[in-house]
């Protein structure tokens, strides 16, 4: 195929200004491979409540079904902080992942070796971590019923953490075919000794594990995980986990690296479809400045040209120039060591495009 | 009063070891106070699977109700691992924890100056670390209703996430409470952004934060807690949660220290009456050798001696002693640099009752 239609979801703060840069990139590497990229651009998040009404309007959730993959910024600011529920950046986010069917949220941590530096960690500790953590996305406790209710004791609120064998096989084996990729391990957390929901994660892990002779399963306390990443994280390659836990232990390993401004991930439906965008925030309180990482945005292209689009190579070639510009010794505020000598967001952007 | 009966259950594992130890200095304390400390054992754990065939013996909930403190090793081990839920040993320690009321877990997390290289973090971020994790421990995911039935998609397993206004209160209230004889910080966590029970959660903090106008409340989300924790944990005063999330993070603020071996926690019902343990496990693999190290569980009859006895004086001369033993430089395998030169459990006890 050499036509695709990608829908760009700048959102907030930072988002805007960082994704800019990413479709700079996208589109030389386009003219590079002879590939069309038609990049579509909707609003989610808060500059979506402020226009539309909602954090996800309508067309902006169609483009993104018409569209091949999905590149979004971030979303969120003080300025909604006090909204209620259905008027908050993040109901945009998770009405995406829901909406688009996207239950495989691949979030790797991993670290460039002249960063290691910028860890809280011990260089002998971090230096060579290389994991990436597979969270279930659209289900859980984040999906479950909600519920709110006076009582003898006062006001009693409930949540409800639901899971169906299908939803966990099927992330189970997107981690199983990582793993089998890389070092062949993966290590499934779950808090069997207390929840229902973990006892059944742990059985359909055991499960699919027999149609993978040829990667190690090991199980892990949700607790003992929080601990063994803070106390080795070289230990492990992929972990595969439900939607709440990941959400902590992703963050946690992400932050093990010291750099998330370099970190991008991927949100993944069933076939290749993806929405791919970085970890870190929108960043209001830099927000228009000029100075914001691009890279993990730049990055998050490169893994959406690898894992929806089917092109490796320029993906390969896209994470080599990122990282070439990092050994010439260029850094934004966010990682630079001296921070006099940082670069602005559309200066990273060029170097990178020279790179490529 | 002069004369308290304590509750000993040694548990499992290096449990019955490191208990001894403990015993023997809590002892000494009485000798030199005059007061009378009635020590009585009972069973709780694997032991009590393998003896009674139930790991919380009826006997052993009613002592410990008749008791004025619980002191408790630990419970578990792989002989018991794979055993139905009612028959494993944590089934023990949710029970006697719902049994006695105790709501309110309380975690420091700080260490000796000595011990700072035995943190993978650099010395720069964890020395001075000194937080406290308060978490709610008898309500919320853990002891909500559980569910597993045949579905369309396989079978369905549900955990409820049930919290009432009280029971939140009264955790924050315990949290407020210690933060007013400390840095006077509080830091709630929870998932307002997506949890019905988080917002509950949030709106009762910010209720009981009125009548502590002394203290400062803010509120994080559990995701960028765990980033924080790993990117400057000395931000943290006091740091109060649900039962799920403390679990989660007051064992990474643990390891963040490197001596998890050192570590205590106390388990508080309304009133003084409470539970002590080591935050450490059964460790299995070195039990009966001799080498554990018995401080944590030292340190918790010094927990024990404050919160529950009013005996603060007595406690601050255990914890005293415990220091001085670590400044001259004796260390048991798990936090000695130099393993050859390491003491074992008898020893480092005695030392610890010399010093007294
Ligand atoms: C914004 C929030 C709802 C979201 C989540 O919890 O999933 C975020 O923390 C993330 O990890 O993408
Ligand atoms: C053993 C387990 C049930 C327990 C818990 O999750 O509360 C333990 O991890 C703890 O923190 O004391």
Aim: aromatic share 4%; net charge negative.
């Amino acid at each position: 195929k050499k036509n695709y239609r990608i829908a760009v979801l700048p959102g907030d703060g930072i988002g805007p200004e960082i994704m800019q840069e990413a479709v700079k990139v996208l589109t030389l590497v386009g003219e590079k491979t002879g590939v069309t990229f038609t990049c579509e651009e909707a609003r989610i998040g808060g500059i979506a409540i402020d226009t539309d009404g909602t954090p996800l309007p309508e067309e902006t959730l169609k483009l993104a079904k018409e569209s091949d993959a999905v590149l979004l910024g971030a979303v969120g600011g003080p300025k909604w902080d006090q909204n209620p529920g259905h008027l908050r950046p993040e109901t945009g986010l998770l009405g995406i992942r829901k909406g688009l069917g996207l239950f495989a949220n691949i979030r790797p941590a991993n670290m460039h070796s002249s960063l290691v530096d910028a860890s809280t960690l011990k260089p002998e500790v971090v230096s060579g971590v290389d994991l990436i953590v597979v969270r279930e996305l659209t289900g859980g406790i984040y999906f479950g019923e909600k519920k709110r209710y006076d009582g003898p004791n006062g006001e009693v609120a409930e949540d409800q953490c639901i899971y169906n064998e299908q939803e966990i096989e099927r992330i189970i084996r997107v981690s199983f075919d990582i793993a089998r990729k890389r070092q062949k391990r993966v290590v499934s957390v779950d808090k069997a000794n207390v929840l229902e929901s973990s006892r059944l994660w742990r059985k359909v892990a055991e499960r699919v594990a027999a149609d993978y002779p040829d990667v190690e399963l090991t199980h892990q306390l949700v607790d003992s995980c929080a601990m063994q990443l803070v106390r080795d994280p070289k230990q492990f390659d992929v972990i595969v986990t439900e939607n709440m836990f990941g959400d902590i232990l992703s963050d946690q390993a992400a932050m093990l690296t010291g750099s998330i401004g370099m970190l991008s991930s991927a949100s993944l439906a069933a076939g290749s479809f993806g929405l791919f965008e970085p970890v870190h925030g929108s960043a209001p309180d830099i927000a228009g400045k000029g100075i914001a990482n691009p890279l993990a945005t730049i990055l998050s292209v490169a893994m959406m040209l690898r894992l929806s689009l089917e092109m490796d190579e320029a993906a390969d070639a896209v994470e080599k120039a990122v990282w070439a510009v990092l050994e010439a010794g260029h850094r934004t505020g966010d990682i630079a060591a001296d921070r006099s000598k940082a670069i602005g967001t559309l200066e990273m952007g060029q170097l990178v495009r020279d790179e490529l």
